[in-house]
T-cell receptor, first 110, second 113 residues
Framework: DVKVTQSSRYLVKRTGEKVFLECVQD?????MFWYRQDPGLGLRLIYF???????EKGDIPEGYSVSREKKERFSLILESASTNQTSMYLC?????????FGQGTRLTVV | RKEVEQDPGPFNVPEGATVAFNCTYS??????FFWYRQDCRKEPKLLMS???SGNEDGRFTAQLNRASQYISLLIRDSKLSDSATYLC??????????????FGKGTKLSVKP
């Protein structure tokens, strides 16, 4: 079974903090993604990566950056957390078209 | 026009009912189409891919109409366990990358006893 693991299920951070969300997949997938999911807005793509050290902006990259130093790991960084970044963050990896998701990280910024 | 549009519902149906969801997409160059299922407080999981010829998996039937740019999902003989949010997903290509999945906002289904 494909496994995508996110480092935390729940996280509470203060405004202005630098926040790291980690995601690891164990199936040697090329593509990895970060989404956020908000009520009424659905899943929105933040960043994705189709190879080590490669990254592409998604639809809402502002306020975020990513890092992919190893194939299995894709990190999302909130440079200076703000309250409007309170959300559910979902990491995914894909083989061809099917995406496999991690369990999600519910981030609250206070 | 939004890239992927779905009726958010909720669809409230009795057990045993047949229910259909539609989804429209804006990018005529999209090549791959899917339905994902997301249970409450869980991550999305692939339900089925959608092919031009239509495909069936047990009680679930998915169809694609490229000319009208819409995708449908039909669920027959609804079960309580079918209650979930159903996400329409379209592959969109960014530049030279393999492509990326664009999710609709989802249609919520609630099956009642």
């Amino acid at each position: 079974d494909v496994k995508v693991t996110q480092s935390s299920r729940y996280l509470v951070k203060r405004t202005g903090e630098k926040v790291f969300l980690e995601c690891v997949q164990d199936m040697d997938h090329e593509n990895m993604f970060w989404y956020r999911q908000d009520p009424g807005l659905g899943l929105r793509l933040i960043y994705f990566s189709y190879d080590v050290k490669m990254k592409e902006k998604g639809d809402i990259p502002e306020g975020y950056s990513v890092s992919r130093e190893k194939k299995e790991r894709f990190s999302l960084i909130l440079e200076s957390a703000s309250t409007n970044q309170t959300s559910m963050y979902l990491c995914a990896s894909s083989l061809e078209d099917e995406a496999f998701f991690g369990q999600g990280t519910r981030l609250t910024v206070v | 026009r939004k890239e992927v549009e779905q009726d958010p519902g909720p669809f409230n149906v009795p057990e045993g009912a047949t229910v259909a969801f539609n989804c429209t997409y804006s990018n005529s160059a999209s090549q791959s189409f899917f339905w994902y299922r997301q249970d409450c407080r869980k991550e999305p999981k692939l339900l089925m891919s959608v092919y031009s010829s239509g495909n069936e998996d047990g009680r679930f039937t998915a169809q694609l109409n490229r000319a009208s740019q819409y995708i449908s999902l039909l669920i027959r003989d609804s079960k309580l366990s079918d209650s979930a949010t159903y996400l329409c997903v379209v592959n969109k290509h960014y530049g030279g990358s393999q492509g990326n999945l664009i999710f609709g906002k989802g249609t919520k289904l609630s099956v009642k006893p």
